[in-house]
Each structure stands twice: as C-alpha cells, then as structure tokens.
C-alpha cells in the first residue's frame, strides 16, 4: 500500500465508521498514549523490564500500526501529504547527513 492510500483508508474510515475525525490536540494525546505503548513493549522486550502476567499477549505489530494510524489522522486533518512530507525530510536528512553517520567513532 502506497502512503497516499494508507491516508485515503484512514479518510474513508474515519468518515464512514469514526463519524468525524478528533480534533488535533485529542489526536495528539491519543498519539502520545500510543507510542507510549510500543515504548511499554519495548523496555520489556527489549529492555531491562520485565512482562506482567497482564502485558504478555502484546502484539508489538498493532501497537505500531495504532500509531501510524494516528499520525495518519493528524496528516489527514492538517492537509499533509505525508509521501511528500517523507520525500522531502529523505531529502533534507540525506544532505545533512552525507559524511555525519560515516564520521561518528561510535557507530564504527
């Protein structure tokens, strides 16, 4: 699936099933609750925590596509293109960074 479908799937969803898009702060909590989530899931899979009998069934896949969803709708609702969004940040991080990762000592 290209972005740009990715962002017409959440549009067509939202409208039809979600009623109405939150408004952008809501979506920004919600996103802030999100990735929250995958970071739970990562200090204990692959950090230094531990699981809760609770957390074991986590599915870390639908934890990130709960927060691609939501940086779908904040997308969305601002008018961004996020295929021309990632194209130009490849771009600009691509510029800046030709020589800075080859350079880094602590990355060799």
Not at 33 to 51: D, N
Not at 55 to 73: G, Q, S, W
Not at 78 to 98: C, E, P, V, Y
Request: glycine residues 4%; aromatic residues 6%.
């Amino acid at each position: 699936m290209k972005i740009a479908e990715a962002q017409k799937l959440v549009d067509d969803w939202i409208n039809a099933t979600g009623i109405r898009y939150f408004n952008e702060l809501t979506n920004t909590a919600i996103l802030m609750e999100e990735v929250g989530e995958v970071a739970r899931i990562m200090a204990r899979r692959y950090g230094e925590q531990s699981f809760k009998k609770s957390d074991e069934d986590v599915n870390l896949a639908d934890e990130l596509a709960d927060v691609l969803f939501v940086i779908i709708c904040l997308a969305n609702q601002t008018g961004i293109d996020l295929t021309d969004a990632l194209t130009t940040n490849m771009q600009k991080k691509s510029i800046r960074d030709t020589e800075r990762h080859k350079n880094n000592k602590k990355l060799q």
